[in-house]
């Protein structure tokens, strides 16, 4: 006879989906997107990264093999990056038509401004309704209106993260710390140039006794000093990873935030 | 001219030795010296968002309580087991070694595990009441409970991960070498067993 109760085990090996490639800011892998629709949202994304410096990614994935849409999201959203390195500014807004499953994922930059009510009430005011009438294309581009429109609710914030990531010239910041290397790297090699200048370009007065600039240095002893080539100070700049043609992530990380939801 | 009298010939040795022990500074970092300290602070610092998703957790919740209380008092068993769970995980007082002592450990997590157990109760028994499901306040709270499981679930990975970077590290050469030489008091961290609810198989009942 057949036991009433059925106990089922689910592998214990997660079914673990193929992350896509980041190839753009709409990555439709579920082919759910018209190419206007996807055209226009290229380019609005695109419009507001230039504002802002908020990095919101588009992506729909045909299946998600099993396993749930968090933990999904959040590995893909690190993958790829999104938002700017230390200001974790991004934001994936994730589709999969067949598990009939969405979510936006938030990084930790922007958890208190898109906060997870916020995403609660974009998926189930926006997308639910949107979704249900099959109008994949519409529900996305109206969501993604609605995330903007909350960004830039917070106007002053807003602008003060894009003046943060914008900075590509010398700042104060940076001539602080050339001058500080460079006295730095003055008094520590100085004391190598004392060392050995006087012998190569002194006068000699006897073992261990040369006259270099009006002064007598002595040295007491033998010993081989070894020159020294001088190595200045190099400051490597950052160079803007969005310029150009392609797209990548900035290299922001999130935390979990935003929310789910199905239809 | 003070800056040429300091550089005094009889110093000019002194200052080599200096930049001698400067320059070998880099090369301790390269025997893998940094790797142990380096691991066993992003440990802690995963630990520490692990710890920090709980509490959040806690806070709502005497908020969550109140408000299904207004729509379902009755269901008073729930409510309360909710109430009693939270106070347990609550009252659960990690000592400084906590990582390391595998009881205390063990209390926290069997702790915090009963009250995931207690809220998915809560919210089971909250889909019979479409009143409170459509209730502003209550809509609010429970993405915001969500939210934080999830960042508790990412907090828990991220520290699984840590972890095993830093257990790896203490047990495999070369910086095994360092963890018997020098990191003598460094002990591997305790981790998490299983993912709540997952060591559970789900069941499916067909009557």
Redesign the interface.
């Given at each position: 006879m057949l036991a009433?109760?059925?106990?089922?085990?689910?592998p214990l090996v997660a079914l673990a989906a193929s992350l896509p490639a980041l190839t753009g800011r709409v990555v439709d892998t579920a082919g759910v997107i018209d190419a206007a629709s996807e055209a226009a949202l290229v380019q609005k994304l695109e419009a507001f990264e230039k504002k802002s410096s908020d990095q919101i990614v588009v992506t729909t994935i045909p299946s998600l093999e099993g396993e749930a849409i968090?933990?999904y999201a959040?590995k893909l959203f690190r993958a790829w990056g999104l938002g700017q390195a230390g200001e974790d500014n991004g934001i994936l807004l994730i589709v999969a038509p067949n598990d009939r499953r969405m979510r936006i994922e938030v990084g930790y930059g922007l958890e208190g401004t898109l906060?997870?009510?916020h995403?609660?009430?974009i998926i189930e005011n926006t997308m639910v309704p949107a979704f249900r009438a099959g109008d994949y294309a519409g529900g996305i581009t109206r969501a993604v209106d609605d995330i903007i429109l909350v960004l830039e609710g917070n106007a002053a914030e807003l602008e003060a993260r894009a003046r943060r990531n914008q900075d590509t010239g010398v700042t104060g910041d940076d001539i602080a710390v050339v001058l500080f290397i460079t006295v730095w790297a003055l008094l520590?090699f100085?004391?190598?140039a004392?060392?050995i200048l006087p012998r190569i370009f002194g006068r000699k007065l006897g073992p261990g006794r040369y006259e270099w600039l009006g002064?007598t240095?002595?040295?007491?002893?033998g010993?081989r000093?070894s020159g020294r080539g001088w190595s200045s100070g190099s400051s490597s700049g950052w160079s803007d990873g969005s310029s150009g043609g392609g797209f990548s992530g900035g290299g922001g990380s999130?935390?979990?935030?935003?929310?789910?939801g199905s239809w | 001219m003070t800056a040429l009298r300091l550089i005094q010939p009889s110093t000019a040795r002194l200052i080599r030795v200096f930049a001698a022990l400067l320059l070998a500074l880099p090369l301790l970092s390269a025997c893998g010296y940094n790797t142990i300290p380096t691991a066993e602070e992003q440990a802690k610092a995963a630990w520490s968002e692990v710890l920090n998703q709980y509490q959040r957790r806690a806070d709502l919740i005497p908020n969550l309580v109140e408000t299904v209380k207004g729509y379902a008092a009755h269901e008073k068993e729930v409510l309360e087991g909710v109430v009693e769970a939270r106070a347990k995980a609550t009252q659960v007082t990690l000592p400084a070694d906590a990582l390391t002592n595998p009881e205390a450990f063990k209390a926290f997590q069997e702790g915090q595990a009963g009250l995931t157990s207690a809220l998915s109760r809560l919210l089971a028994v909250v889909e019979n009441y479409p009143d409170l499901k459509a209730n502003q306040n209550f809509l609010a709270l429970q993405a915001q409970l969500e939210g934080t499981e999830n960042r508790i679930a990412v907090a828990r990975r991220d520290y699984i991960e840590a972890v095993r970077v830093y257990n790896t590290a203490l047990r495999t050469f070369p910086s095994v070498l360092w963890a018997t030489l020098w990191f003598t008091g460094n002990k591997p961290f305790e981790n998490f067993t299983a993912s709540e609810g997952a060591s559970e198989p789900p069941k499916v009942n067909f009557n």
């Amino acid at each position: 006879m057949l036991a009433g109760m059925v106990f089922l085990l689910l592998p214990l090996v997660a079914l673990a989906a193929s992350l896509p490639a980041l190839t753009g800011r709409v990555v439709d892998t579920a082919g759910v997107i018209d190419a206007a629709s996807e055209a226009a949202l290229v380019q609005k994304l695109e419009a507001f990264e230039k504002k802002s410096s908020d990095q919101i990614v588009v992506t729909t994935i045909p299946s998600l093999e099993g396993e749930a849409i968090e933990p999904y999201a959040n590995k893909l959203f690190r993958a790829w990056g999104l938002g700017q390195a230390g200001e974790d500014n991004g934001i994936l807004l994730i589709v999969a038509p067949n598990d009939r499953r969405m979510r936006i994922e938030v990084g930790y930059g922007l958890e208190g401004t898109l906060t997870d009510l916020h995403s609660k009430l974009i998926i189930e005011n926006t997308m639910v309704p949107a979704f249900r009438a099959g109008d994949y294309a519409g529900g996305i581009t109206r969501a993604v209106d609605d995330i903007i429109l909350v960004l830039e609710g917070n106007a002053a914030e807003l602008e003060a993260r894009a003046r943060r990531n914008q900075d590509t010239g010398v700042t104060g910041d940076d001539i602080a710390v050339v001058l500080f290397i460079t006295v730095w790297a003055l008094l520590f090699f100085g004391g190598f140039a004392f060392a050995i200048l006087p012998r190569i370009f002194g006068r000699k007065l006897g073992p261990g006794r040369y006259e270099w600039l009006g002064r007598t240095f002595r040295y007491n002893n033998g010993s081989r000093s070894s020159g020294r080539g001088w190595s200045s100070g190099s400051s490597s700049g950052w160079s803007d990873g969005s310029s150009g043609g392609g797209f990548s992530g900035g290299g922001g990380s999130s935390g979990g935030g935003g929310s789910s939801g199905s239809w | 001219m003070t800056a040429l009298r300091l550089i005094q010939p009889s110093t000019a040795r002194l200052i080599r030795v200096f930049a001698a022990l400067l320059l070998a500074l880099p090369l301790l970092s390269a025997c893998g010296y940094n790797t142990i300290p380096t691991a066993e602070e992003q440990a802690k610092a995963a630990w520490s968002e692990v710890l920090n998703q709980y509490q959040r957790r806690a806070d709502l919740i005497p908020n969550l309580v109140e408000t299904v209380k207004g729509y379902a008092a009755h269901e008073k068993e729930v409510l309360e087991g909710v109430v009693e769970a939270r106070a347990k995980a609550t009252q659960v007082t990690l000592p400084a070694d906590a990582l390391t002592n595998p009881e205390a450990f063990k209390a926290f997590q069997e702790g915090q595990a009963g009250l995931t157990s207690a809220l998915s109760r809560l919210l089971a028994v909250v889909e019979n009441y479409p009143d409170l499901k459509a209730n502003q306040n209550f809509l609010a709270l429970q993405a915001q409970l969500e939210g934080t499981e999830n960042r508790i679930a990412v907090a828990r990975r991220d520290y699984i991960e840590a972890v095993r970077v830093y257990n790896t590290a203490l047990r495999t050469f070369p910086s095994v070498l360092w963890a018997t030489l020098w990191f003598t008091g460094n002990k591997p961290f305790e981790n998490f067993t299983a993912s709540e609810g997952a060591s559970e198989p789900p069941k499916v009942n067909f009557n």
